[in-house]
């Protein structure tokens, strides 16, 4: 190895012991004669020090930032008032007896610091450059996090004898939700191979064959247009298993998902919070509610089953209450009812519970008094 120590490693008690690091210079500072270098590797930045006859001796005078470079030194403690609280090895520096410089770094389309606002396009163009950005919210530590999660869901499938079976990548085309991306077949023109979009068949032929549970971290590839939530290729935990039911399948969901949770310190408690789908469309109106969203739906359907009001004359009739809702200007409220035409409702009927009790709004004068009296109490509404 070319280094003894990682940088990131280095704490107080290293002092004393001579180390070896490598990395890339993330930040110079000169003062009187003497260089202070951030040096940065995949586990963390250390602080060394260098004296400028120590640069001329590595031929690194014009050492800055990205170059990438061995230093050998000695650890010490950093001089009283000096600790930086906000590193991991901010108690301690390496005064440097030997510095090399292993690449140089010509200049650069950005700075690699997390500091810096850096366009998608020039890190994507620099991929390189942008996956060596710290920070626990940068690329490159996304990419560290996923390898982890990977090899959690790994331990967990493995703990419970599930078996790794890698299926083939190059196979022929078997449509599902979005067109296959073909290669041409260089022994038989004409013909050509589809890449997966997913491992369907094949886990299915598995379990055919008395592997009976099956994962594979799949590759996929799916030839659609390009949106937020859609991917040409993406990667997903693929999992198959004979005689289980139901119960088999969320307890196993849950296990994975905690034990990828706790990665990021989240503790989780199983069993999950479980509800049906008729519940959910009963409760929020949609299959995949978010929970703290505490505005439910609350159904009127009986309630208005007599009523000559042709909107509410309808298979399923239902309200939200929104607290505070009656001192919103028009402007807002007529907002709102656009912003329900455009995503294909007819409108946004409302009733506002004015502070008297009273009902107000273009609706309320549409109901009955027996109606318009028992309302608030149906929904839950206050003034």
Same mark, same amino acid.
């Given at each position: ?21 490598? !990395? ?11 260089? =202070?270098? @951030? ?41 009283? !008032?000096? /600790? ?20 140089? /770094? /010509? ?28 920070? $626990?919210?940068? %690329? ?10 990977? %090899? ?37 023109? !004409? ?10 068949? =094949? ?22 247009? =390009? ?20 119960? @088999? ?17 989240? $503790?989780?408690?199983?069993? &999950? ?13 949609? $299959? ?15 309630? &208005? ?6 909107? &509410? ?42 502070? $008297? ?19 608030? /109490? ?6």
């Amino acid at each position: 190895m070319l280094r003894t120590h990682e940088a990131g490693t280095l704490r107080a008690d290293h002092a004393g012991q001579t180390v070896t690091l490598t !990395g890339w210079v993330a930040r110079r500072r000169d003062h009187g004669g003497v260089a =202070f270098l @951030d040096l940065r590797d995949a586990s963390g930045v250390a602080q060394v020090v260098a004296r400028d006859e120590v640069l001329a001796q590595g031929g690194a005078h014009d050492v800055r930032n990205e170059y990438c470079v061995k230093v050998t030194g000695e650890v010490r403690e950093r001089p009283e !008032g000096n /600790a930086n609280p906000d590193l991991p090895t901010g108690d301690i520096e390496v005064l440097v007896s030997e510095l090399e410089v292993l690449n140089a /770094a /010509a200049p650069l389309p950005f700075q690699i610091d997390e500091r810096v606002t850096v366009g998608e396009e020039a890190r994507l163009k620099h991929r390189y450059l942008d996956l060596r950005r710290p920070g $626990d919210s940068s %690329a490159g530590s996304a990419i560290r996090l996923r390898s982890k999660v990977n %090899a959690a869901a790994r331990r967990v499938l493995g703990d419970r004898d599930f078996v790794e079976i890698e299926t083939p990548t190059l196979t022929r085309s078997t449509p599902e939700g979005a067109r296959d991306f073909l290669v041409p077949a260089r022994l038989a023109p !004409g013909s050509w191979y589809a890449l997966p979009q997913s491992p369907q068949l =094949f886990k299915q032929l598995l379990m055919v064959a008395g592997m009976e549970r099956y994962y594979q971290i799949a590759r996929c590839y799916r030839d659609e247009d =390009f949106r937020a939530d859609r991917q040409p290729e993406f990667t997903q935990l693929d999992i198959e298993m004979s005689f289980v039911e139901q119960a @088999d399948v969320i307890e196993l969901g849950e296990a994975v998902v905690r034990e990828i949770w706790s990665l990021i310190g989240v $503790d989780l408690t199983t069993p &999950f919070l479980q509800m049906t789908y008729n519940e959910a469309m009963a409760r929020y109106g949609s $299959d995949k509610p978010d929970l703290r969203f505490g505005n439910e739906l609350v159904e009127c359907t009986d309630y &208005f089953k007599d009523t000559t009001f042709r909107v &509410f004359q309808a298979e399923y009739v239902g309200a939200v209450v929104m607290p505070g809702g009656a001192s919103q200007p028009r402007k807002q409220l007529d907002a709102w009812q656009e912003w329900a035409k455009q995503r294909g409702a007819r409108g946004l009927a409302y009733v506002l519970v004015q502070e $008297d009790g009273e009902l107000g709004g273009p609706v309320a004068k549409n109901l009955t008094d027996a109606e318009r009296t028992g309302l608030a /109490a149906q929904v839950g509404a206050q003034p």
